[in-house]
Each structure stands twice: as structure tokens, then as C-alpha cells.
């Protein structure tokens, strides 16, 4: 279980996150939404042990999270930052001898379903086929704990396809975590099993997916946009 | 997002549903192997957690069994395949009148109309 409590990040004056508690137990399949710059980035990256918060506690299974929490959590960044040169082969010989936890024969399957060259170089792959070595790579890891950045973002409808089938197919849901960030959450609501809604640094809303439309009646996409006129209506009564 | 779900009702019952309809209208046959879990939640693009409720419910409702090591499929009981077929045409009857009479319509005036389309569907 990765908790987080009353967590408080600043950067330099900024608050990028503001009170945050939330526990994140394995088996579970989490969206992270909220608009550009509410704190998803910074949250996911706490988790992953990439950041110390000014103040809070991050644990792992009751143990204080650190950079080498790496171990256990895989991350997958927003950013295209593999080295150009090497072959999709080579990297994925670069994350093997990084990470113990990577699974070679799982890499391969990976790569196949999603039909990447081995030979390739990085540079002459298309954005989409960087996309999927990406999550390739990352899902190539045996963690407790997936931790993605956008999976989705920027990339055409047949990536986004093979990237949330890959999803399904290489992770186990009965030991390990997923917790993405996305914009695409009408698109991503079928794979997930709870939603954590971010504002302005704030953690305002986690539910289970079900449970929204059991209880509510609505998909998770209208109520979102619900829970957000709600915050404005209370604001501008001044509560 | 493979399948297009509706936005008002759980995905899971939706998938009930939808798997309900494959074996009443034979698409699924008494006794035929259900894909795996994990087949079935990236065939049609949804969690896997999601999809072993569908099959655990499904199995509640006695309309598939669990063989040890080798899935989940189909009841061979034809009883039960008959007694979902005849609730779920009773509930469909039930709600299609409760709208006739919300918009005021006679039962004989509705009747008469089937009456008219099944003639034509024949």
C-alpha cells in the first residue's frame, strides 16, 4: 500500500501540492484527472520517490518512500527521454541491466503484441511507435506499482487502443497497481476501477467508477464536470 | 474502448448484459467455453478487476460454472437458459407497457400495432 499523508509541496513560492492524503492500496487500477497544472505530475512523481515533500509523510507498505522505492514502483515519465541511438533491442538491454525486477520474456511479448520492430532505432520510430516502446519497457517490469504519466496523451486512436490493451494483458490486477494520469477520461473509464479527482494542488474527489454510476446515475466524465461546477458555485457564495 | 458503453448504468452490468444476450440468442451455446478473464477484458478494452466481477455474478446467477483449472462455461441446464429467456422477456413487457401508458396509449391499440409488425416481420 503506497499512503500519503497531509502532504505539502512547494516550488519555490508555489504550492504544487496542498494537504494531500490518500492511500492507494494494490489490485486497484486508478485514473489521475484534473486540469494542467493541478498537481498529477508532482503527485505521481511523490509516489515514485522523485520528490520529498516540504511536509507530510509518503510510506510504502508502512516504510518511508525514497528514491530507492524505484525498485519496487515502476514510472513512466511525460517526457520522450530514451537515448535516440539505441535499438528498441538495446533499450530494452539498458532497462534489464537497470532494473532486477525486469522480465525479459515478458519485454518480448510486449513488444511483439504491440507490434514494434526490435531492430528499430529509437530516432526512426514514429511518435506512436515511440508511445508504445514507452509502455512497453515499463509494463517489461514485474513492480508493485505502475505509475504512468499521460500514457495517452498526444497519440492517435489505434496507440491509445494497443496502449490500454496492453494495459489489461500485462499487468495483474490481482497484486499490482496501476495509477495513471489522463485528460481522455471517457476514453480510459472502462479500464479503471476508481477515479482521483486533482484542483489546484487539492485532492478533490476519489471514487470507484462503479459506484459514481450506481450512485449517481452519470459516467465519470459528467460527474467530473459536475463536481467542478459544484466547487464554483460554492466559491462564488463565498463558502 | 473497444466497446461503446452507456453513460447511465455500471460497465459491469452492461457486460452482463451484453454476455446474457450472447447466450440467449445462441450466440453462445449451453455449455461453451467463456473466454479467460484476462481474453475477454482486452477483447472488449476493460479492466480485468471489472471483468471477474462479470463473471463471478454470472455465476451467482447459476447462467455459467466454474470448472477447476479449466474456466468458466456455459450452464448445460436449458431450464435455466428458458427461465432467463421468460424474465427477461416478462421485464422488457413490464417496461414497454409502464411507457404506453405513460403516453396514454390502449393496450388494443398497441396490441394491434404488433399485431401489424409481426405480420410484416414474418
Known amino acids: ?239 | 474502448m473497444s466497446i461503446d458503453f452507456l453513460p447511465d448504468k455500471p460497465i459491469y452490468q452492461q457486460l452482463i448484459d451484453r454476455i446474457l444476450g450472447d447466450i440467449m440468442r445462441g450466440t453462445l451455446k449451453a455449455g461453451e467455453k467463456l473466454p479467460s478473464v484476462r481474453e475477454y477484458a482486452v477483447e472488449v478494452g476493460v479492466n480485468a478487476n471489472t471483468m471477474q466481477r462479470v463473471y463471478k455474478e454470472l455465476e451467482q446467477m447459476e447462467i455459467t460454472e466454474t470448472r477447476r483449472g479449466q474456466g468458466s462455461f456455459v450452464t448445460e441446464n436449458q431450464e435455466k437458459i428458458m427461465a432467463l429467456r421468460n424474465e427477461m422477456k416478462e421485464q422488457l413487457v413490464t417496461t414497454f407497457l409502464q411507457s404506453v401508458a405513460a403516453f396514454g396509449f390502449t393496450t388494443d391499440e398497441i396490441v394491434k400495432c404488433l399485431q401489424e409488425r409481426g405480420g410484416e416481420n414474418d
Open chain 1, 1 to 239: 500500500m503506497i499512503e500519503l499523508k497531509q502532504i505539502v509541496k512547494k516550488y519555490g513560492s508555489k504550492r504544487a501540492l496542498q494537504d494531500v492524503t490518500v492511500s492507494i492500496p494494490r489490485g486497484k487500477v486508478i485514473g489521475l484527472v484534473g486540469e494542467n497544472g493541478s498537481g498529477k505530475s508532482t503527485l505521481l512523481k511523490m509516489m515514485a520517490g522523485l520528490l520529498t515533500p516540504n511536509s507530510g509523510s509518503t510510506t510504502f507498505d508502512g516504510q518511508p518512500i525514497t528514491r530507492r522505492i524505484a525498485s519496487r514502483v515502476a514510472y513512466m515519465s511525460d517526457t520522450d527521454d530514451f537515448y535516440t541511438y539505441f535499438t528498441v533491442q538495446q533499450l530494452i538491454d539498458f532497462y534489464e541491466s537497470q532494473f532486477e525486477d525486469f522480465d525479459m520474456v515478458k519485454a518480448k511479448e510486449i513488444v511483439q503484441f504491440l507490434n514494434v520492430s526490435l531492430t528499430s532505432r529509437i530516432k526512426s520510430l514514429s511518435k506512436g511507435n515511440r508511445g508504445r516502446v514507452k509502455i512497453a519497457v515499463t509494463l517489461a517490469r514485474e513492480a508493485d506499482y505502475y505509475l504512468l504519466d499521460e500514457p495517452f496523451s498526444g497519440l492517435d486512436p489505434m496507440v491509445r487502443d494497443d496502449i490500454a490493451k496492453g494495459l489489461i494483458r500485462f499487468t495483474d490486477p490481482e497484486r499490482q497497481s496501476v495509477i495513471m494520469s489522463t485528460h481522455e477520461i471517457r476514453e480510459v473509464e472502462p479500464l479503471l476501477d476508481e477515479i482521483i479527482v486533482m484542483r489546484g494542488g487539492r485532492l478533490i474527489a476519489h471514487e470507484a467508477v462503479d459506484e459514481i454510476r450506481d450512485f449517481y446515475g452519470i459516467d465519470a466524465t459528467s460527474w467530473m464536470v459536475s463536481l467542478f461546477k459544484e466547487r464554483q458555485v460554492e466559491r462564488e457564495l463565498g463558502k
